[in-house]
């Protein structure tokens, strides 16, 4: 959907974020926002306030946007139905708006989506159709669609209705938390930032909106330094929520006026704070979400003094992938380790294995036979580890009791 301004009017004006928090009032939940003296400390922030979108309907912020567009289609509009492209959250989100609204939903995915994300979405009663190998070809087929059928295209960022939607959880953090000083939020196609920025700048005092991207999609801060849209030719990042190729027209006008600055963080530390979120703020995030947090305990950003509001902005993620990212999340942060070792007297070492990493007080994740390589010695026992402990030099001690066992060598480790 679009809207029509005079040329010297904001795309989106706080009066819309307003009129879009009445009408989707009764859909959405007001999310919480959970204090952290835990991040706060490891930020020098004075305060760090989570704004935890990830326990929101469909497990993120989308059913705001796309409620919010879909309440205002036309009788015909409605009768026709709509049509989205999605690999995930903006799937589900259209897809309960649909069923919320009783309008019948198509969702265009690719071939590479999980199956348990498209069963989530046929739960909320849309139709799905797998097209295409990559989300482009998908989304060029749903416009193709979409011009073919009169369904109306429901596009998960470019759309000043969608902005004005996600703008409505700026309104609840400036009253869930009104000493804020800066915000933290992931950018993907620039919707969220958009939104909530507009309302943070429309505020009586002055916040500072700050966007977060993966270095392997940073295409934003280009682009606003340049004044143009700047493409990425390809996006290598495990933060697939935000993988976008670029900001598109509405958003990138948008964001001209509200961000202030992005920054960039590692897949690496995304992990972390997936990791650290699920250990100290006991909340499931997915990668996407949990990019924010990465930034506010980077070496990139100066918090010290600030009260910071902090965007865990969705939460679909499946526990095989959660499990992944929390280990190497606990190995950049020098809390996990995995070493082979050589065992004489398989299985009786394996007992004393255990027995000594649960006496050093660290948590034995892993154990397993290895296979047999042509430099292990023929008559012991190749096996592999991982463990998990306090720090690193937790770790190199349990190392150290492990090498002191007869008939247990350590022969190689991922520790420095």
């Known amino acids: 959907m679009s809207r029509d301004r005079d040329s010297d009017e904001a795309l989106v004006a706080l009066e819309d974020v307003e009129a879009a928090r009445e009408r989707i009032a009764d859909v959405v939940h007001r999310t919480p926002l959970d204090t952290s003296r835990t991040f706060s400390h490891m930020s020098d922030a004075a ?22 567009t879909m309440a205002q289609l036309s009788p015909e509009e409605h009768e026709v139905g709509v049509i989205a492209s999605s690999a995930g959250n903006h799937a ?52 193709e669609r979409a011009a073919e059928t009169g369904e109306t295209f429901v596009h998960p960022f470019d759309d000043a209705d969608v902005v004005a939607g996600q703008g409505t959880i700026g309104l609840e953090l400036l009253e869930q938390y009104p000493e804020i000083d800066t915000v933290l939020v992931a950018i993907g196609g620039g919707g969220l930032i958009s939104g909530i920025g507009t309302v943070l700048k429309a505020a009586e005092r002055d916040v500072r909106v700050i966007g977060v991207q993966p270095e392997g999609a ?61 250990e100290r703020a006991k909340t499931v995030a997915e990668s996407a979400g949990a990019a924010p947090l990465a930034a506010a305990l980077s070496d990139d950003l100066d918090l010290e003094g600030e009260h910071v509001g902090i965007i865990i902005s969705g939460g679909n993620v499946n526990l095989t992938e959660h499990a992944e990212l929390t280990r190497t999340g606990l190995h950049e942060l020098e809390r996990y380790t995995e070493a082979r070792l050589a065992l004489a007297g ?15 007080g660290a948590e034995l994740d892993v154990l397993e036979r290895a296979r047999r390589t042509a430099v292990d010695h023929p008559n012991r026992t190749p096996v592999t580890i991982g463990v998990e402990g306090s720090g690193p030099g937790h770790l190199e001690g349990v190392l150290e009791a492990l090498s002191a066992l007869e008939g247990v060598s350590v022969v190689e480790r991922t520790l420095e």
Do not use: C, M
């Open 47 to 68: 305060s760090v306030g989570l704004k935890l979108e990830n326990v929101q309907r469909t497990g993120s912020f989308k059913i705001r946007g796309a409620y919010n």
């Open 92 to 143: 589900q989100g259209v897809a309960l708006a649909g069923d919320l609204l009783d309008i019948d939903t198509t969702i265009v995915v690719p071939e590479v989506t999980p199956a348990a994300k498209i069963e989530a979405t046929r739960g909320y009663g849309a139709e799905v159709v797998v097209e295409g190998d990559i989300y482009e070809r998908s989304y060029e087929y749903a416009l």
């Open 346 to 360: 398989w299985p009786t070492s394996v007992g004393a294995v255990v027995e000594t990493v649960e006496a050093e």
């Open 218 to 278: 940073a295409h934003a801060k280009p682009s606003l330094e340049a004044g143009e849209i700047r493409q990425l030719p390809d996006v290598d990042t495990v933060a697939e929520g935000i993988a976008d190729t670029r900001l598109l027209e509405t958003t990138f006008e948008i964001a001209r006026e509200v961000v202030d600055d992005v920054v960039s963080v590692s897949d690496r530390e995304i992990a972390a704070a997936v990791t650290l979120l699920a």
